[in-house]
């Protein structure tokens, strides 16, 4: 079957960097997206990743391991308007998202 | 680019009563749309896949005569939700999908509208 897991909720200090882990199952693969939802919001896409390694944006980072079916998404300099959920989706070979029920991430003063 | 509008953004109806949800791409075609259903709290859950010209493919356990998908033109679906009772509230949240390149993110990335959250009393 096809499995999307990540923690459920997750808290760090304003400031600093955390880090949120994703496995992944998928029927095929055609990248692993991670998206940011802020309550009562529609999703924004963050980032895709599709080969191995790290792709870097601004303050937010994502690596992808396929051998491992593993990704995370690192977030550095931690801003309270990043207190979001945030979605680990991946693609499988029908071009379907397969989404993980999100982190809610918790930044405090 | 690559915007996705969604229209109402919030509705309050009454049992028994039929609501219509529109999804436009704006900027770009979107051969392929999708309907989600999220709960508090909750993650995506989606209900259908819509594609222009066809019918709509539903997921599992997803009523089709409840919820009537119609995709008529390359930038606008609409979903129905029919007969609706209070325990279809929920925030309904619609994606296009843009299979050429709408802009700088990669080919098949989904953008979503704002959402509509529903509220049936």
């Known amino acids: 079957g096809q499995n999307i897991d990540q923690p459920t909720e997750m808290t760090a200090t304003e400031g600093a960097i955390v880090q949120i882990n994703c496995t992944y199952q998928t029927s095929g693969f055609n990248g692993l997206f991670w998206y940011q939802q802020h309550a009562g919001e529609a999703p924004t896409f963050l980032s895709y990743n599709v080969l191995d390694g790290l792709e870097e944006k601004g303050r937010f980072s994502s690596f992808l391991s396929r051998s491992k079916g593993y990704s995370y998404l690192l977030l550095k300099e931690l801003q309270m308007k990043d207190s979001a959920s945030y979605l680990c989706a991946g693609m499988d070979s029908n071009y379907q998202l397969i989404w993980g029920a999100g982190t809610k991430l918790i930044i405090k003063p | 680019g690559a915007v996705v509008s969604q229209h109402p953004s919030r509705v309050i109806c009454k049992s028994g009563t039929s609501v219509k949800i529109e999804c436009r791409s704006l900027?770009?075609?979107?051969?392929?749309m999708f309907w989600y259903r999220q709960f508090p709290k909750k993650s995506l859950m989606l209900m259908a896949t819509?594609?222009?010209?066809?019918?709509?493919?539903?997921e599992q356990g997803v009523e089709k005569d409840k919820f009537l998908i119609n995709h008529a033109s390359l930038t606008l679906s609409t979903l129905t939700v029919t007969s609706a009772h209070p325990e279809d509230s929920s925030f309904y949240i619609c994606?296009?999908?843009?299979?050429?390149?709408?802009?700088?993110?990669?080919?098949?990335?989904?953008?979503f509208g704002p959402g509509t959250r529903l509220t049936v009393l």
């Open positions: 994606s296009a999908r843009d299979g050429g390149v709408a802009g700088p993110l990669p080919a098949d990335t989904q953008y």
């Open positions: 900027d770009f075609q979107a051969t392929t």
């Open positions: 819509s594609n222009e010209g066809s019918k709509a493919t539903y």
